[in-house]
């Protein structure tokens, strides 16, 4: 088995999401902002997580797409909507997911990897 926090992925990929999804955080996020990863069955799930408002639940699967963003708010630098549209598409070709949930108060972007195996 893996050590715990091994994932099977492209390193330069995968610093790009958690640079794209942490800089969301920063934006639209609130204050508090918490990275953690988690072990379940055959995955890692490193989880980005902030204090802030959330995204609008009819917005939850749209800012996944191109040039989307759900948030307008005044003094925040608009963004080109492509993160975490790039992020999901990166995910995805390495096997695994990117997702939004709210939790408990706070906003998670949970990217599902597969667990590297010990050969």
Do not use: K
């Amino acid at each position: 088995m893996a050590a715990p926090g091994s994932v099977l992925a492209d390193g330069g990929r995968l610093r790009q999401i958690l640079r794209n999804v942490v800089a969301n955080a920063q934006r639209y996020g609130g204050e508090v902002i918490r990275v953690t990863s988690e072990g379940e069955a055959n995955d890692i799930v490193i989880v980005v997580s902030d204090s802030g408002p959330g995204i609008p639940e009819e917005m939850q699967e749209r800012v996944f797409e191109p040039f989307a963003t759900a948030h307008d708010e005044s003094g925040v630098t608009a963004s080109m909507g492509l993160g975490l549209s790039v992020s999901r598409s990166l995910a995805t070709l390495m096997g695994g997911s990117l997702t939004y949930s709210w939790e408990d108060g706070w906003s998670r972007l949970n990217l599902r990897l597969p667990a590297a195996s010990q050969a």
